[in-house]
């Protein structure tokens, strides 16, 4: 295991509520790391009693989890002050520089980010995990998905979970409404959520109005193909299971939308796509 002193820093590559990621260069081989490091006390402070337990699963989901479209963790460590992951340096920014500009995604940078996105979410869901964060700030560049903060591992005994957690904009309606209903939530919820992304993609405003209501109010809009329409307002349904994805083979019924038609889904998984970034 690595200690502090074996790592170079570069740059400062962003900032948020318990510390700083930094890109770093391992001294004995030149390569380079993004390097999340995490104040004890403002984890503490934050995270309440429980901060140690949550950064443990955290890192166990990490630790368990290798994809190519995956930030993921190479080493962890700490020291008296600090907890500190060594993960994948991804030198690409995050998709919601298209969002949050007037940039925006031409239709076939819409359907490889979505289809990137679903590629990783599969491969997440077959390690029985909810992610429960999707959203452009965690998409970094030829798509590579990062933090699994909120993301809850789930068994064949309990396959679902109650807490409303994740981004208010893009969380499913049963996630926001799991306290009130007392009905638990699984693996469709972030089928729903890469519907708000793609709308979000292709429309440049989130999906539904009046979210705090029983009945939000859908945006409509006019998207790229009647097919990308339909593979969207599928992921968009209300109802949990009336969604695309919800099935037991929810996975297979996604990539098989004809939104798809025509991918190759092992070159997807390959990484081996071209990507239409610029």
Known sequence: VPALEDFKVVRVLGEGGFGQVIEVIKRDCGV?????????????????SSWRKKI???QSILATLQHPFLVNLK???????????????????DLSEFVLTKRRLTPPQVKWAIMETVEVMGYIHGQSILYRDLKPENLLGHV??????LAARVTEAAPKRRS??????????????AA?????YGKSADWYTIGVLTYEFTQGDLPFSALDSPAP????????????KDFCEALLVQDEDKRLGSSEDGLADVKGH???????????SACKLLSPMK
């Open 32 to 48: 380079h790391y993004a390097l999340k490091v995490m104040r004890k006390e403002m984890l503490k402070e934050c995270l309440g």
């Open 56 to 58: 443990a699963l955290e």
């Open 75 to 93: 080493y962890a460590f700490q020291n008296p002050e600090f907890l500190l992951l060594v993960m994948d340096l991804v030198p690409q920014g």
């Open 144 to 149: 590579r998905l990062i933090d699994m903060g």
């Open 164 to 177: 409303r957690v994740g981004t208010d904009c893009y969380m499913a309606p049963e996630v926001r409404w």
């Open 180 to 184: 009130r209903r007392r009905k638990p």
């Open 217 to 228: 109010v859908y945006r409509g809009g006019k998207f790229p193909s009647p097919a990308c």
């Open 258 to 268: 004809p939104y798809f038609e025509g991918i190759d889904w092992d070159i997807v």
